[in-house]
């Protein structure tokens, strides 16, 4: 095998060059225009909510809980390489309200199990995020009658309707990748800030406060 | 299963041994053999056949209830019973009147009774007399009925499909 020796050339010699001025930077050998123009080139400026709001989305941390049949296909996204949730940061499946912060409602809601699903959404630490999935969680689906809840939105927040019956692990991670847009500040997820309902969650006493909402793209 | 002629001996057993009117009516079709018993002596019906019959039936398979409308007696209870010797299955069923949902327990009997008495209870109304904790077991405790009856309204929402949305304008307002 014959090795040659080429002279760096295009963007590796200026990734080269870039490191080199950070040595400097560092050693306080840079001043004035170059330190003007290294600065610059380095920094990316944000919004602290933009950047803390990224982090979130990449971090999300879904509760370990399935209520029924659409538990399989959701085990299927949070539990299998094919679907790969690390991709999206949101692996680390929790078995605790305490440490997730986003409830996947994975089948029907009966009249029994409301209270306890509404007391589970208490325990989640804010900020936190439900997704409703499969069409009995977003309207008792085939199953209208006494024993089911018509919907879950009629006890809880939700963000994310996936629907479906159940509905495909393509279309939940598709439903999560839409609560990243939303996390993110997407304005046309924020429901509540479009419906100006913010604040008119149920809750025991006192309110809860609706999930941080950056604002951003308010403006468009 | 015992075949007609076996049913109508253990009638005749369970008549000597309870009383004359304690079995209803016998019934054998498709070849399941069923007893029907008055209501008031389902417990000593099960009794005997549980311990002093000379082919008893030591295990309760199953217990349901059912809602026979527009019959009267409307409410039926099953008790099917199984003997692991002969490998043999028995019905049991009883009628009651919705006015008078009153049934002995057979928990003292077959332990297994406590919770499907308690289903019964829950989705037809029938009170076990006698029944340990005779809570609602499937709906919350604070729930108004017994939603298994055919005469309770089926509950849920009207799903607006195109050929019916003209119909319901609008009905969740």
């Not at chain 1, 006890?155 to 019956?165: M, T």
Request: overall charge negative; charged content about 25%; proline content about 7%.
């Amino acid at each position: 095998m014959e090795v040659t020796r080429t002279k760096l050339s295009g963007r590796s010699q200026e990734m080269r060059a870039r490191g080199l001025k950070a040595q400097q930077m560092l050693r306080g050998e840079l001043e004035g225009a170059d330190l003007q123009e290294h600065v610059e080139k380095s920094l990316l400026l944000s919004r602290f909510e933009d950047a803390q709001n990224w982090a979130r989305k990449n971090a999300i941390f879904p509760l370990g809980f399935g209520l029924a049949c659409c538990a399989i296909e959701m085990i299927t996204v949070i539990g299998s390489p094919r679907n790969d949730l690390a991709r999206f940061g949101a692996e680390a499946i929790r078995f605790t309200p305490r440490q997730a912060d986003l409830l996947i409602l994975s089948g029907r809601v009966s009249t029994k199990m409301a209270p306890v699903i509404r007391r589970i959404y208490e325990q989640m630490l804010e900020p936190k995020w439900v997704i409703s999935m499969g069409a009995c969680a977003s309207s008792a689906g085939m199953f209208n009658n006494y024993a089911l809840v018509a919907g879950a939105d009629k006890f809880l927040p939700i963000d994310v309707y996936v629907p479906g019956c159940p509905p495909r692990p393509e279309a939940l991670m598709y439903g999560i990748m839409q609560l990243q847009d939303k996390i993110q500040g997407s304005p046309h997820q924020g429901w509540r800030e479009r419906y100006r309902s913010a604040g008119t969650e149920e809750g025991l006493g006192e309110s809860i406060p609706a999930p941080a909402y950056s604002g951003h793209g308010d403006d468009a | 299963m015992p075949d007609a002629t076996g049913l109508e001996l253990v009638a005749q057993r369970v008549r000597s041994a309870v009383n004359d009117d304690a079995v209803v009516d016998t019934l054998h079709a498709h070849g399941q053999a069923t007893l029907q018993v008055a209501p008031a002596s389902v417990h000593e019906v099960l009794s005997h056949l549980r311990d002093d019959d000379e082919e008893p039936y030591e295990f309760l398979a199953s217990l349901h209830g059912c809602d026979y409308l527009p019959e009267e007696p409307r409410l039926g209870v099953h008790y099917q019973l199984l003997s692991m010797d002969r490998c043999e299955r028995l019905n049991v069923k009883t009628r009651l009147t919705v006015e008078e949902p009153q049934l002995h327990s057979v928990v003292d009997l077959y332990p297994t009774a406590h919770a499907q008495e308690r289903e019964v209870y829950d989705f037809f109304g029938v009170e076990f007399m006698g029944h340990p904790d005779l809570r609602r077991i499937l709906m919350p405790e604070d729930y108004v009925g017994h939603p298994q009856r055919r005469d309770f309204p089926m509950g849920g929402e009207p799903v607006i499909f195109t050929f019916n949305e003209h119909e319901l304008p609008r009905w969740y307002d």
